[in-house]
């Protein structure tokens, strides 16, 4: 049995459509006749019923050799389906049962790739951004030279500008309302915990316009300066001039 490892990633078109399985799953079938029930239904593209085969393998089989794989199979057919819940709830299983497998690596990414699938509009709540992130940093930490490492690093920079880009947006709602002190708490968060971030500069920019507006020349110039120092050609930068 070979294991078909190959996610969808973010801008690509799933095509899934759920089907049900040719055989009903029962605990007197074989677990080579679900295996194949199972792949042949991940082959027609019918994502849904596939999983339901790889669920019942491992249920079925708990103690067999190929329950981790199904596991797995199972967590991959349930992404392939947009089923993210269901995607996470099985590969929290296989952490589970299965903490020491060769595939952590890759259910670690596919965890964090369910997240990621969900993230929505910077205006709103990043909770799956942090989420997605938190997985990916994982995986790096844990799994450096896994073939998934690379690909979690970009998402990384990904999320972090995006979070960093909500936190902005706060910021600008704030200083619109004249919040300043919100606003500057905002602004100080971006530029202590995002520095890697595209929103750094504009960050230190906003604080010279939050402390300018309530009267605090000496802490503007503070941060005017940071930005001159860090970010000599940014934009940002010479919007002070």
Same mark, same amino acid.
């Given at each position: ?23 009903? =799953? #029962? ?9 194949? +029930? %199972? &792949? /042949? *239904?991940?082959?027609? $593209? ?15 089989? =708990? #103690? ?9 199979? +199972? %967590? &991959? /057919? *349930?992404?392939?389906? $947009? ?15 299965? =903490? ?142």
């Amino acid at each position: 049995m070979k294991k078909i490892y190959a996610l969808v990633l973010v801008g690509a078109v799933l095509g899934a459509c759920a089907g049900t399985s040719d055989s009903t =799953p #029962s605990a007197d079938r074989p677990l080579a006749d679900i295996y194949d +029930a %199972a &792949y /042949a *239904q991940l082959n027609k $593209g019918r994502y849904g019923a596939a999983a339901t085969d790889f669920l019942a393998a491992e249920s079925q089989y =708990p #103690s067999s050799p190929w329950a981790a794989d199904a596991l797995v199979m +199972a %967590a &991959y /057919a *349930q992404y392939l389906d $947009g089923d993210f819940a269901g995607a996470i709830l099985s590969a929290d299983r296989f952490m589970r049962f299965h =903490p020491g497998h060769r595939d952590v690596p890759y259910i670690l990414y596919l965890r964090g790739m369910c997240y990621y699938r969900q993230v929505s509009d910077v205006r709103r709540e990043p909770g799956m951004s942090v989420h997605a992130l938190q997985q990916f940093e994982q995986l790096v930490q844990r799994f450096p030279k896994s073939e998934y490492a690379q690909n979690a690093k970009n998402k990384i920079n990904i999320l972090k500008n995006y979070i960093a880009g909500k936190v902005m947006y706060s910021a600008r709602a704030d200083m619109a309302a004249q919040n300043w002190p919100s606003a500057i708490s905002h602004l100080q968060s971006v530029v202590t915990g995002a520095q890697d971030t595209v929103m750094t500069a504009e960050a230190m920019y906003r604080l010279t316009e939050c402390y300018t507006a309530i009267g605090l020349p000496d802490q503007a110039a503070g941060y005017a300066d940071m930005l001159r120092l860090n970010f000599p050609d940014n934009e940002w930068t010479k919007k002070l001039n």
